[in-house]
């Protein structure tokens, strides 16, 4: 009897032992599912932090001229920290950009007017489109000789930058100067073209040259028809000293011009948001000191 007891009694502890022991076994494994979880999560995070630290920002290759270099200087500056970052790419011919962009070379550029783009698309079979409309640019009649288009003597020689509608624009300006007049209705796609000379009572010779070298003659002929801009980086003379401008009708607003297939791309959303804050407004005319007018302040310098 005693026996049995004593069995009885040991059975009875080791299920005591074996119920107490269970749940501790329990919470230590708990514990380290737990650990284990954590340690994982901490590890994916910091794989996910890294993957985004080691994400590489997109390049934009924005083309220009000389000229308009430092719209593109602007721009680069004004996308720093959005993920993308700008390449400036400088070309010394005028048509060279958007040639450039119809190739894909380039994403986007800086360099010539809408009215100066849609021409291109029409010669060129091209879907270049302008993304925003940024600043206007305008022209004068200047010489290095004379005070006045009155002072032009017979047979004056002009130089006017040369394509289709720097033409127009050199032969609009002529005629706000007095020295020729033009027919009423332009002849070719509603661009003036030198056949369009009703009146010429001075004989004017009108020579068109590449519109990044125009002013490097100036001292060479009577007079040049330049952009205020490209008269400013010259060195030469003053852009207040013309004797003929532009009017308001005749000019044509620039911006940033990119492929018709990035017209909305995201890039292009960023670019405009920011360059369109105040702090890049002022750096502009900072700049350009008046050669070159944002698109949102034109009437402070050509009122309607």
């Known amino acids: 009897m005693r026996k049995m007891m004593a069995l009885f009694l040991s059975g009875m502890m080791a299920f005591s032992l074996a119920a107490c022991s269970a749940p501790e076994a329990e919470k230590e494994t708990?514990?380290?599912?737990?650990?284990?979880?954590?340690?994982?999560?901490?590890?994916?995070?910091?794989?996910?932090?890294?993957?985004?630290?080691?994400?590489?920002?997109?390049?934009?290759?924005?083309?220009?001229?000389?000229?308009?270099?430092?719209?593109?200087?602007?721009?680069?500056?004004?996308?720093?920290?959005?993920?993308?970052?700008?390449?400036?790419?400088?070309?010394?011919?005028?048509?060279?950009?958007?040639?450039?962009?119809?190739?894909?070379?380039?994403?986007?550029?800086?360099?010539?007017?809408?009215?100066?783009m849609n021409t291109f698309n029409k010669e060129n079979n091209a879907n270049l489109v302008m993304a925003f409309p940024y600043y206007f640019s305008y022209a004068g009649l200047y010489s290095a000789k004379w005070n006045s288009p009155e002072e032009f003597p017979n047979g004056a020689k002009i130089i006017v930058s040369n394509g289709l509608s720097n033409i127009d624009g050199g032969l609009r300006i002529l005629q706000n100067a007095g020295l020729i007049t033009l027919a009423e209705v332009p002849s070719e796609n509603n661009f003036y073209s030198i056949i369009d000379i009703v009146e010429n009572p001075k004989n004017i010779q009108i020579t068109p040259a590449e519109l990044t070298t125009a002013m490097s003659s100036i001292n060479d002929v009577d007079g040049v028809v330049a952009s205020a801009v490209i008269v400013k980086e010259s060195g030469i003379m003053s852009p207040s000293e013309h004797m003929g401008l532009s009017t308001r009708d005749q000019m044509t607003p620039q911006g940033l011009i990119v492929g018709g297939k990035d017209e909305n791309a995201e890039w292009v959303t960023v670019a405009k948001e920011q360059m369109e804050q105040q702090k890049w407004y002022d750096a502009f005319n900072e700049r350009f000191d008046g050669t070159f007018i944002l698109y949102s302040e034109i009437d402070k310098y050509f009122p309607q």
Do not use: H
């Open 30 to 116: 708990t514990k380290e599912e737990s650990k284990t979880e954590v340690k994982e999560t901490v590890i994916k995070e910091t794989e996910k932090t890294t993957t985004e630290e080691k994400k590489e920002p997109v390049t934009l290759k924005i083309g220009c001229v000389a000229a308009t270099e430092p719209c593109v200087q602007i721009m680069k500056e004004a996308m720093e920290g959005t993920g993308y970052e700008v390449e400036v790419v400088v070309f010394d011919g005028n048509n060279l950009p958007a040639e450039a962009l119809n190739a894909g070379d380039i994403d986007g550029l800086f360099c010539n007017s809408l009215k100066w």
